[in-house]
């Protein structure tokens, strides 16, 4: 389907509407059969659909159940009028990946978690999706002597090349996240997994996703990574949603816990036409108290917010904007931006 002209496209993933347990108690809400999950998309006002290997089919199924059940889940999105944006290889549940994927150090679990990662790819082609997201969930230690930091640094140049290799057209993104899982994450910002993309085979198909959480999470401005990645030419997706503060990743809706960040976020999109490049992906989790009815409440609050600062930065006067740059008032820059989000226009 044409894409109107500005118009920004949005994605969530089936994980974003959950049961509402977590390490402390067990479900509160029904699992949604992902059949009803696909069907809410649309009238969400989401276009695009963010799926794991295991969300598509089973992670044990063989090569004839699998090409089967992905034609069928490819018949859903498209009945739907829904295109998968991205597949990402779950490696953090099975028992083969405690340890990590890709930098384990039993090598049959590497070599499971590499395996496991070509066989996303397959999945990816047969959906006709050509990008892969790399959250490398247990690629890091809970303590440093556990594994050789440098070694862990090449195994994931090798797996990233062992992507590449397998097939043609896939772009690959490092999702990167500082925490949790791990005490450490190797890799734990954007700016280390850029400086692995110039080293892998084919530089041109590997980027990144930057979600909010993950950059605040490593002390850092979404909108400033999110700036430094699109220099790159990089900035290949986006997880947007809200963290308070350094403690595990809540995962929050957008803009709910600071609504300036979250305006800068999206002017930096905005200047750099993102809507041109990717989709906009939510990553967020209901509250724990949210009721069975409300269980998608929290991914139309998060859209919402997004057209609500869309709207407050394309009216940002420019002019004035660079008035102020130019004389050195960032203190008249200051209030114009906090009274224009505040709706005081012209009061
Ligand atoms: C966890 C990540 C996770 C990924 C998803 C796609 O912190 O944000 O939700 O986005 O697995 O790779
Ligand atoms: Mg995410």
Redesign the pocket.
Known sequence: MAKQANSYRFSF?P?NISTGADPFGPPVRKEVPFAKKIREYRELGFTHV?L?DDDVVPADWDSVQTSKGVAKVKKMLDGEGLTGEFI?P?LWEDPRTIDGGYTANKAADRTYARERTRRAVDIARMMDIDLM???P?REGTYIREAKDASQAVGRLVEAIDDILKTDAKIRVVG?M?PN?PMDQAYCPTVGHFMGLVYRTLDPKRVGV?I?S??SILAGLDPADDMAYALWHGKLWGV?LNDQNGLKY?Q?KTFGSVDLRRAFNQVWVLERAKYYDIGVVGL?IKAMRTTKQADATKHLANSLAMFNHLLELVRSVDAGKVEELRAARDYEGLERYILEHILGRKGR
Request: no cysteine; aromatic share 10%; charged share 40%.
């Open positions: 993933g994980w963010q794991h990402a779950r997201v790399l959250w969930a999702e996240k949790e996703l979600e959480a993950h997880h990743d995962d990553d």
